[in-house]
């Protein structure tokens, strides 16, 4: 069974950068991993996606350009630049999706870890 853990969550100020990792251990296989993001009261939305056969990625809209996703072999990464306060959420790592890297669902999950961006 995988187990994920995000670290790097934090606070900063609007136009800010943060950083998140995300270890993975137990597990010997994914085909593709994401960090996702959720506020109270909202949805859980995909944040960016990485496949393992070949590293291509997928990024939502809003982070497009700001965000950047990565992986090696145990560690999902996701650098966040020129945050803003829309960004405030709790970040969740996940891998394995039962269908496209995009589509999910997503079989495992981390903790989360919260990111506040204040302006």
């Known amino acids: 069974r995988a187990q994920l853990v995000e670290i790097g969550g934090g606070s900063v100020q609007s136009g800010g950068s943060l950083a998140l990792s995300c270890g993975v251990s137990?597990?010997?296989?994914?085909?593709?991993m994401a960090w996702f993001r959720q506020t109270p009261g909202k949805d859980r939305e995909q944040v960016a996606a990485?496949?393992?056969?070949?590293?291509r990625t997928t990024y939502a809209e809003v982070v497009k350009g700001r965000f950047t996703i990565s992986r090696n072999a145990d560690t999902l990464y996701l650098q966040m630049n020129n945050l803003a306060p829309e960004d405030t959420a709790m970040y969740y790592c996940?891998?394995?999706?039962?269908?496209?890297?995009?589509?999910?669902?997503?079989?495992?999950w981390g903790q989360g870890t919260q990111v506040t961006v204040s302006s």
């Open positions: 996940a891998a394995d999706s039962v269908n496209l890297c995009h589509d999910g669902p997503y079989i495992y």
């Open positions: 137990g597990y010997h296989y994914a085909n593709c």
């Open positions: 990485i496949a393992t056969s070949d590293r």
